[in-house]
């Protein structure tokens, strides 16, 4: 049981790891006592655990008001937002309310996104259910949708109050989900922590992918520490990412110029994240950042977690029309984050945009 304070002043709040997510639920509901409680799903989640979150509630004298949005990340949409913003007003919700949000990164993203524009503000309790959104995207306060240009182009940071995160929920989590999941812990492992790579490394070897719902408790609890200890530790440096924080986007200008030109269907967002690793790492190498090995090992840990390190049929032309409308382009010159070893990167700000191009035209396929 590990409890990790993400320091931000008055707005600090706590990740909280729990064998039983629905005991913790009940502490965390405890303040909004007579309050009128959202609970935000998706129509996947509301179908697994709908039912049994209910009777948790009823027990507990809790009635929450239930509203769900259709799953996928292409209905991660200013229109579904808005859609919540009018379900919550209608109802007549108040600042001293709550929303309950249970579901993955997009459901979080945009619940959240929802919460932070109505009435200026609704508190949130995140209750992430993918591995994805339990050790990155319910942590940090980063929300948003997207936009026909692109990933994320629409958001705030509005902090939660609480966040729940649980193993309990993989057990009917899609291995592929998983997968996506491992991407994010892999991020880590490049960005902050040689130890935590070389024990992906290990556990993989001896304990496929495919076996993830049978993996132990300890495992998790182990794994789930160290991401949310690296993501906290990082947001209470830097919580509006004007520095140390774009060192969690590793990997992600590539991955969502991916996810983008491909329309959110052939990629999640951690396969695309894994292209987008692979990309930097290239890019590093040919910069002459960082060696070789580092690619290698990389490359082999990803496809240990059944990860794509290429992007089939993809033109680098389209990726670079699409980086180009990415908020992280300033002035036509590009700041990428970069490896030099396993365990550290740098952010390399002014890049020339026609350097990384003719690297990338070297070693893509
Ligand atoms: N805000 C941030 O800092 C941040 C960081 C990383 C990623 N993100 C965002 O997170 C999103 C991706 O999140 P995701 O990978 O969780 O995707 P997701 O929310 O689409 O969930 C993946 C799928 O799994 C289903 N699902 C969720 N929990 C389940 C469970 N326990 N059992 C069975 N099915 C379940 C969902 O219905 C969905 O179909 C992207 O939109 C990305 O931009 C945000």
Redesign the pocket.
């Known amino acids: 049981m590990f409890k990790e304070r993400v320091e931000l002043g008055a707005e600090s709040y706590t990740v909280q790891y729990s064998s039983d997510p629905y005991v913790s639920l009940g502490s965390a509901l405890y303040p909004y006592q007579g309050k009128k409680i959202m609970m935000i799903l998706?129509e996947?989640?509301d179908s697994?655990f709908g039912h049994i979150l209910m009777s948790h509630f009823n027990a507990s004298c809790h009635s929450p008001i239930k509203f769900v949005f259709p799953?996928?990340?292409e209905n991660?949409t200013l229109e579904q937002a808005t859609r919540l913003v009018d379900f919550a007003l209608q109802k007549n919700f108040n600042r001293d309310d709550v929303f309950l949000i249970i579901?993955?990164?997009?459901?979080?993203?945009m619940g959240a996104f929802a919460a932070s524009l109505c009435l200026r503000g609704i508190p949130v309790i995140q209750v992430p259910?993918?591995l994805?959104?339990q050790v990155?995207?319910s942590i940090?306060g980063?929300?948003g949708v997207n936009h026909i240009k692109g990933?994320?182009l629409i958001g705030t940071f509005y902090q939660p109050k609480q966040v729940i995160v649980s193993p309990y929920?993989?057990r009917?989590?899609?291995e592929r989900?998983m997968r996506?999941g491992f991407g994010?812990v892999i991020k880590y492992a490049m960005i902050k922590s040689q130890a935590l790579f070389n024990q992906l490394n290990g556990w993989l070897n001896e304990n496929p992918l495919s076996e993830a719902k049978n993996y132990p408790e300890t495992f998790w609890e182990s794994i789930l520490g160290q991401c949310v200890h690296i993501k906290s530790t990082v947001v209470s440096e830097d919580e509006k990412e004007s520095g140390l924080r774009m060192i969690l986007n590793y990997g992600h200008t590539f991955g969502h110029a991916i996810e983008t030109a491909t329309q959110y269907s052939q990629y999640?967002?951690?396969e695309a994240i894994a292209i987008g690793m692979n990309m930097a790492a290239l890019i590093a190498r040919g910069m002459g950042l960082c060696e070789e090995s580092l690619v290698l090992e990389q490359q082999a840990l990803l496809r240990l977690a059944g990860l794509p390190v290429q992007a089939d049929g993809l033109e680098i032309n389209d990726l670079f029309n699409i980086i180009k409308v990415d908020k992280k382009v300033k002035n036509g010159k590009l700041t990428l984050v970069l490896p030099e070893k396993i365990g550290t990167v740098r952010i390399v700000p002014d890049i020339d945009e026609g350097e990384i191009y003719k690297i990338l035209q070297e070693v893509m396929p």
Do not use: C, M, R, W
């Open positions: 998706d996947n989640v697994i799953a996928g990340e991660k579901g993955g990164g997009v459901v979080g993203d259910t993918t994805l959104a990155d995207s940090g980063k929300t990933k994320n929920f993989y009917t989590l899609p989900e996506t994010e999640t967002h951690g």
